[in-house]
């Protein structure tokens, strides 16, 4: 099994940054795919960026060039870097391990773009 805990989210006014942290425990070396996803209110969770075990990365189009994941090995730790936040962003950020025949989530941090 995994376990992922969130971090990093909360309040911050439009074109600031926030860096989101999750940290994994448990059955780490099974994992495939870190990925962050969001959930807006009353919106289906999107995928927002996946980071493979061998550093492949994935962006949502929309997010490119604002967001960037990355990992810290050592740490069991992956990263959402966000920039140029947009209100449009505000949403539960939930960090996401799959591990082929399964997923395991986090609970999730959120995170509000004030205008």
């Known amino acids: 099994q995994v376990q992922l805990v969130e971090s990093g989210g909360g309040l911050v006014q439009a074109g600031g940054s926030l860096t989101l942290s999750c940290t994994a425990s448990?059955?780490?070396?099974?994992?495939?795919?870190w990925g962050w996803y969001r959930q807006a209110p009353g919106k289906q969770r999107e995928l927002v960026a996946a980071?493979?075990?061998?550093?492949?990365?994935n962006y949502a189009d929309s997010l490119k060039g604002r967001f960037t994941i990355f990992r810290d090995n050592a740490k069991n730790t992956v990263y959402l870097q966000m920039n140029s936040l947009k209100p449009e962003d505000t949403a539960v950020y939930y960090c996401n391990a799959d591990v082929g025949d399964m997923d395991y989530w986090g609970k999730g941090t959120l995170v509000t773009v004030s205008s």
């Open positions: 448990g059955s780490i070396f099974s994992i495939n795919v």
């Open positions: 980071i493979t075990r061998g550093g492949s990365r």
